[in-house]
């Protein structure tokens, strides 16, 4: 029996290893797909186009907005950012979880629109992990870093808002821990209506 | 940190074996208790007063009952069934998840009660395999099998109200399931207070 794929949503603080968990989902198991958003910032040397984002202009953003095309929006630093909605149901069809990594806002839309979404929200071990990990990465100023650990103390407002919360201390128990989460959410009854129906309908039979 | 147990209520039809996955889990698992009810009906044969059931009398079920000391209760058969209240906290507190083996009314009040808890229907793989398995049992009448057929049919109206179902193909992989959904369920933010507000307020003291 086809089983409904999940959209999940994964939020957490920058330097939290969202990205290194989703890539780890992605590659250890074949049920998960993920979702590309839709921009109108400039694509950054390397990037490219389809995967890292799909680059529009204004006006193909806009024209999408209106054809109710995206799940959600919203406007960042005079730029749009958007999840595509043609993907993402494609893809649930499937049978496949679909992924997107956004940030509150955008997750709290989502479970809205979708109340059989799944947020997830991946937590550090500690704030000192959090602020060593930014640290260690040796690639940004005290000063950016400094903005990073604000923004994760006013992010962490939300937490309560997520359905489930991951502890990142090691990756591969992380990813391990979070699709255990994602296995266990598969088994509300909501994924498995073609199931229920079919015992049911069975025990209707034996009856009659 | 002390993390808060869970109170997990268990249904199911007769011949599902949930009984016997909720022995599996007190048995294999340490963090696990099992309510015990309080009952007016007479105790049968080898049943064990605080084990089986509490027995008591009308008189004191219905002091019970005004005192607020039972989470939920019903009256069936002409005798009064309830779930003691003091026994259920104290367990909680102590960070070992309550199972309940309730119907469907009473597993609905406690959900509303206690909008923390966690619903589990345990499905059969199919109606048919659920009648071979009463059949198979040799101790009951094709009457009685008829009876509680008719019984799982009315019962499975009410499968979509539940947070989860299990499916109770082999006894131990239905155990290992159960386990995993509930402790996925221990990731949700309610059960982490203690933690979050740990990494938030870790975060408040770096910023300032």
């Known amino acids: ?53 799909f680059f529009v202009t204004k006006e193909e953003f806009e024209k999408t907005i209106k054809e ?54 991946i937590m550090p071990p500690s704030a000192k992990e959090l602020k060593d990990r930014l640290t260690g990465r040796g690639t940004e100023t005290p000063d950016v870093i400094a903005k990073r650990m604000r923004r994760a103390a006013d992010e962490s407002e939300g937490i309560e808002k997520y359905d489930y919360i991951v502890v990142n201390d090691t990756i591969d128990k992380c990813v391990e821990d979070t699709y255990n989460i994602i296995e266990a959410y598969h088994m509300r009854p909501v994924f498995n209506e073609d199931f229920i129906n079919t015992v049911r309908q069975g025990l209707k039979d034996i009856n009659n």
Chains 1, 2 share one sequence.
């Open 1 to 53: 029996m086809n089983r409904r794929g999940i959209l999940i949503v994964i939020s957490g603080f920058a330097g939290t290893g969202k990205g290194t968990i989703v890539k780890g989902l992605l590659s250890k198991y074949d049920d998960f797909a993920l979702s590309v958003s839709m921009t109108t910032r400039n694509p950054r040397p390397g990037e490219v186009n389809g995967e890292s984002y």
């Open 68 to 121: 109710d095309g995206l799940i959600e929006y919203a406007s960042y630093c005079d730029n749009y950012y958007g999840t595509p909605k043609a993907y993402v149901e494609e893809q649930l069809a499937k049978g496949r979880n679909v992924i997107l990594e956004i940030e509150i806002q955008g997750a709290l839309i989502i479970k809205e629109k979708f109340p059989d979404s799944m947020l997830l929200f």
